[in-house]
């Protein structure tokens, strides 16, 4: 529910994959048990989405441009 408050719509296909479509591209995000995916194409729209700290702790995270 919250994903979709932030303009992520679920995939019909794959019911764990959420897409949220912007100007600048699109976000991503794919979801398995505990664990979070996030991608996308630019890197403030990234960011925007991540939770903050006090939420979650993040392990690593990778840009590739």
Known sequence: ???RQMGFSPLRSVS????QKEQ?????ILL?????V???????EISCVKPSSRQSTWISATFIT
């Open 16 to 19: 764990s994959l959420f897409i």
């Open 38 to 44: 996030i991608a996308g194409a630019d890197l403030d």
């Open 24 to 28: 600048n591209g699109s976000v991503s």
């Open 1 to 3: 529910q919250r994903l």
């Open 32 to 36: 398995y048990v505990d664990d979070i």
